[in-house]
């Protein structure tokens, strides 16, 4: 009988950890932060396996941390909404304390081995963990503003790999910082507009005027614009060592038309299916952006 319970337990057990630190989203973040590490060494500042392997784990930790404190904060929140209310907090399959522990250790071990990396990236993952959990989640009920607040730790992983390359923040892991800044907004913003009636259910700001209308749609449109533009910033030769060819520098661009075409299309139609789709092709663009950077480096 031990036996069979036994490995039923320590898979939910995992299976919860997974959902409480939202692997999947984990994932994506730490994807960022490893191209920036690939975009950053160099000559001066040699590749190395061990500061990699650091940089992923200390990068999961940290955002797994601010998930399972985001998730302790909002239990009573999230309890109300379909998409959050089987989580293990609201569910009551763990305890806040449980959740509290687990957050906890996440950002002690992030920190130390972010720090074992070089101080400033421990310190840019200190600053993202403390602004997505103590002012990014409190804002969610109070002010669309939320979203452009959680904007600064969701644009810090792709310029944190550049710094645990180089052990410095200069103009290349302020653009990557920029692109990523301005990726956030047409992301999530699309995100509260699908999602816009379950938010609803929270009392969650999710979007500019609040509301799933024209001015909404527009601001979607010109920060995708304006994303479009950051991520050609490189090809122009003012952003010292983050420069792109011109044949990235046209593949960049097609995807930004890309993007820009679904947000247009979402501007046109608002719906929620258009709303989807824009979100889907923006996870897309930021995987082969990142994608044609550190090919493009590579094969220069």
Same mark, same amino acid.
């Given at each position: 009988?031990?036996?069979?319970?036994?490995?039923?337990?320590?898979?939910?057990?995992?299976?919860?950890?997974?959902?409480?630190?939202?692997?999947?989203?984990?994932?994506?973040?730490?994807?960022? $932060?490893?191209?920036?590490?690939?975009?950053?060494?160099?000559?001066?500042?040699?590749?190395?396996?061990?500061?990699?392997?650091?940089?992923?784990?200390?990068?999961?930790?940290?955002?797994?941390?601010?998930?399972?404190?985001?998730?302790?904060?909002?239990?009573?929140?999230?309890?109300?909404?379909?998409?959050?209310?089987?989580?293990?907090?609201?569910?009551?399959? !763990?305890?806040?304390?449980?959740?509290?522990?687990?957050?906890?250790?996440?950002? =002690?071990?992030?920190?130390?081995?972010?720090?074992?990396?070089?101080?400033?990236?421990? !310190?840019?993952?200190?600053?993202?963990?403390?602004?997505?959990? $103590?002012?990014?989640?409190?804002?969610?009920? !109070?002010?669309?503003?939320?979203?452009?607040?959680?904007?600064?730790?969701?644009?810090?992983?792709? !310029?944190?790999?550049?710094?645990?390359?180089?052990?410095?923040?200069?103009?290349?892991?302020?653009?990557?910082?920029?692109?990523?800044?301005?990726?956030?907004?047409?992301?999530?913003?699309?995100?509260?507009?699908?999602?816009?009636?379950?938010?609803?259910?929270?009392?969650?700001?999710?979007?500019?005027?609040?509301?799933?209308?024209?001015?909404?749609?527009?601001?979607?449109?010109?920060?995708?614009?304006?994303?479009?533009?950051? $991520?050609?910033?490189?090809?122009?030769?003012?952003?010292?060592?983050?420069?792109?060819?011109?044949?990235?520098? =046209?593949?960049?661009?097609? =995807?930004?038309?890309?993007?820009?075409?679904?947000?247009?299309?979402?501007?046109?139609?608002?719906?929620?299916?258009?709303?989807?789709?824009?979100?889907?092709?923006?996870? $897309?663009?930021?995987?082969?952006?990142?994608?044609?950077?550190?090919?493009?480096?590579?094969?220069?």
């Amino acid at each position: 009988m031990d036996a069979s319970v036994t490995p039923v337990s320590l898979k939910a057990i995992y299976k919860d950890f997974l959902e409480i630190t939202k692997a999947r989203l984990a994932v994506s973040v730490l994807f960022s $932060s490893v191209a920036g590490y690939l975009l950053g060494f160099d000559s001066e500042h040699p590749f190395s396996w061990s500061v990699l392997v650091m940089l992923s784990i200390g990068g999961y930790c940290m955002v797994g941390a601010s998930n399972a404190f985001n998730q302790v904060i909002e239990k009573d929140l999230d309890i109300l909404m379909d998409r959050t209310k089987n989580r293990p907090v609201p569910s009551n399959r !763990m305890s806040s304390n449980v959740a509290l522990l687990i957050a906890s250790l996440l950002t =002690i071990i992030g920190l130390i081995l972010l720090y074992l990396i070089n101080q400033k990236t421990a !310190m840019f993952g200190a600053i993202s963990i403390f602004l997505y959990t $103590s002012i990014y989640t409190p804002l969610k009920t !109070m002010t669309p503003l939320s979203v452009f607040v959680g904007a600064f730790p969701g644009a810090i992983p792709f !310029m944190l790999g550049w710094v645990a390359a180089t052990n410095k923040f200069g103009i290349e892991a302020g653009t990557l910082f920029l692109i990523q800044f301005f990726w956030q907004f047409p992301h999530f913003w699309s995100i509260g507009w699908f999602l816009y009636d379950d938010y609803k259910k929270a009392g969650f700001f999710m979007l500019p005027t609040g509301k799933k209308d024209t001015k909404t749609a527009i601001q979607i449109l010109l920060y995708t614009v304006w994303l479009l533009i950051a $991520s050609l910033l490189p090809s122009l030769g003012y952003t010292g060592r983050l420069h792109i060819s011109h044949i990235a520098t =046209i593949l960049v661009f097609l =995807i930004g038309v890309w993007m820009l075409f679904y947000a247009t299309k979402l501007y046109r139609l608002r719906t929620s299916k258009a709303a989807r789709t824009l979100m889907l092709v923006s996870v $897309s663009y930021i995987t082969l952006l990142q994608i044609i950077y550190i090919i493009d480096k590579f094969l220069r």
